[in-house]
């Protein structure tokens, strides 16, 4: 199994400092304040909508008896709040036509290097 590669936040303040040309220091700032927000507007109960992108929002989960892996003791777990992400129709398709563009490009690939060619 191989490892999906991974964007960091360090990442993403390498793609504002290339996009913007500002200096470091304010490309961290841009990032952290976005985050800091959405991470605030979620506590307070709040919806955010980047459209085109998605939506994040809190879901309540019930409480339930679960089980201690270890000991097998059941233990009380109780109800709380979790963050969600609803993607974006748009990043639906969007990944998705990705995902049909790479699956295409890699059996036209395997195809031709089989000698399996259509042409006559």
């Not at 974006?88 to 036209?108: G, I, P, R, W, Y």
């Amino acid at each position: 199994m191989t490892k999906q590669p991974t964007l960091t936040k360090a990442d993403l303040i390498e793609e504002v400092l290339k996009v913007t040309e500002l200096p470091r220091k304010e490309s961290e700032t841009i990032v952290e304040t976005i985050f800091d927000s959405i991470i605030e507007a979620i506590q307070k109960g709040e919806k955010i909508e980047i459209r085109g992108f998605g939506s994040f929002r809190t879901r309540q989960r019930r409480g339930r008896v679960g089980r201690n892996p270890k000991t097998g003791e059941k233990v009380e777990v109780p109800a709380k709040r979790i963050p969600f992400f609803k993607p974006s129709k748009e990043l639906k398709d969007f990944v998705n036509s990705d995902e049909a563009a790479a699956m295409t490009s890699a059996a036209e690939s395997a195809g031709a290097s089989s000698g399996n060619s259509t042409r006559s």
